[in-house]
């Protein structure tokens, strides 16, 4: 089965410009989470949506950042403008309410660098 | 305001020898406690997790130990192995709050010397 699949892997320029990241969930899945990893704070939970609704978008830093889930095998992350601080791994995961104490899946993330 | 936080952020063990991972939590309301491993240039990966009613789980080399009292849970590999050098994050979730929300460490590193 593929698991969650995040592109791009990479992902470096200048600052001020648009970034956008993709993620698709495992199909089935209800629930996607978007995180953010720095050295500092670990694992960051930016936003998450159930049945392509956000729930809850508290960790969302800026209005700068926006996530959107259009339908079921489909999210993105958006930056703009970006900051060099805004520097990262962010991570995409999913899971599925059917069973409740299933942990989420992770993709393998897109490392972000803005210059 | 961290609520999850691991305090080491590194550790190095010989191969055969226990590695103790720790990790301590202020938020009370915190039911289910999760432990994850990271490799370099991969995604997290789930490992083990405990219920807040439950102190311990097992699940062959791997034990998470919960002290509810000291909001304190640690993760016990024994025998540890070269190929357990990873991040390993701890995660919690809080009771009420809607399914699937975690609220992660800023991990540690685990090398295994062979």
């Known amino acids: 089965d593929a698991g969650v699949i995040q592109s791009p892997r990479h992902e470096v320029t200048e600052m001020g410009q648009e970034v956008t990241l993709r993620c698709k969930p495992i199909?089935?899945?209800?629930?996607l989470f978007w995180y953010r990893q720095t050295m500092m704070r670990g694992l960051e939970l930016l936003i998450y949506f159930n049945n392509n609704v956000p729930i809850d978008d508290s960790g969302m830093p800026e209005d700068r950042f926006s996530a959107k889930m259009p339908n079921a095998s489909f999210s993105t992350l958006k930056i703009q403008p970006s900051e060099p601080r805004d520097s990262a791994v962010y991570f995409c995961a999913s899971s599925s309410q059917d069973s409740r104490h299933q942990p989420q899946h992770f993709g393998d993330g897109t490392r972000l660098s803005i210059l | 305001d961290q609520q999850v936080k691991q305090n080491s952020p590194s550790l190095s063990v010989q191969e055969g020898r226990i590695s103790i991972l720790n990790c301590d939590y202020t938020?009370?309301?915190?039911?289910?406690f999760l432990w994850y491993k990271k490799y370099p240039a991969e995604g997290p990966t789930f490992l083990i997790s405990?219920?807040?009613?439950?102190d311990k789980n097992e699940d062959g080399r791997f034990t998470v130990f919960l002290n509810k009292s000291a909001k304190h849970l640690s993760l016990h590999i024994v025998p540890s192995q070269p190929g357990d050098s990873a991040v390993y994050f701890c995660a919690a979730r809080e009771q009420g709050t809607s399914y699937g929300k975690l609220t992660f460490g800023q991990g540690t590193i685990l090398t295994v010397h062979p």
């Open positions: 199909s089935g899945h209800d629930y």
């Open positions: 405990i219920s807040s009613i439950k």
């Open positions: 938020n009370s309301m915190f039911d289910y």
